[in-house]
Antibody
């Protein structure tokens, strides 16, 4: 069965960096893109973008360019979200989600359990 | 501000039916673009409930159905159960290689 297992919660100081991992199993990793979704405390879901795990081409949503980088390692079927120069308002739960469907009618059929990143001094 | 507008909250009683709307506010998010719906219980990851406007993934109760008319997609839950109390989000393509979630709707089963 398809599973996405994310890395554990992390506490970082402002200005630091964080790398969240999302290990996929139960399917061929390169068959589906991987998306990242942010949810700040008490807020809604915010699409951050996605990465094509075939070509390596990332697409970043508005507001998630510059400090946010998507990557992956096919040898371990794992996608990564790297956030640099962390700010307090980056405090959120970050989800990875498997991309399904045909462009542009994508949808997310499986989700990771979420990783809480807290930015505080 | 999301290009997809949802009511902030809806409520219903057990056994009733409710409908959550998702209206495109931009001309880029039109009737052509297919909508999916996600359920999120507090502290849990979202779960796909409806994709491509009206298709239901395996394992999702047939009490959940999706439809669309013009620029408005709808999620209907029939025979409401207490376990349906959750937040619901719609999602669609917004044009210019960007995709967007609706603002979310809190469903209360009273």
């Amino acid at each position: 069965q398809v599973q996405l297992v994310q890395s554990g919660s992390d506490l970082k100081e402002p200005g630091a960096s964080v790398k969240v991992s999302c290990k996929a199993s139960g399917y061929t990793f390169t068959s589906n893109g991987m998306s990242w979704v942010r949810q700040a405390p008490g807020q809604g879901l915010e699409w951050m973008g996605w990465i094509n795990t075939n070509t390596g081409n990332p697409t970043y949503a508005q507001g998630f360019t510059g400090r946010f980088v998507f990557s992956f390692d096919t040898s371990v079927s794992t996608a990564y979200l790297h956030v640099s120069s962390l700010k307090a308002d980056d405090t959120a739960v970050y989800y990875c989600a498997r991309v399904a469907g045909s462009r542009p009618h994508y949808y997310f059929d499986y989700w990771g359990q979420g990783t809480l990143v807290t930015v505080s001094s | 501000q999301s290009a997809l507008t949802q009511p902030a909250s809806v409520s219903g009683s057990p056994g009733q039916s409710i409908t959550i709307s998702c209206t495109a506010t931009s001309s880029d998010v039109g009737s052509y673009n297919l909508v999916s719906w996600y359920q999120q219980h507090p502290g849990k990851a979202p779960k796909l409930m409806i994709y491509e406007d009206s298709k239901r993934p395996s394992g999702v109760s047939n009490r959940f159905s999706g439809s669309k008319s013009g620029n408005t997609a709808s999620l209907t839950i029939s025979g409401l159960q207490t376990e349906d109390e959750a937040d619901y989000y719609c999602w669609s393509y917004a044009g210019s290689t960007t995709w967007v979630f609706g603002g979310g709707t809190k469903l209360t089963v009273v």
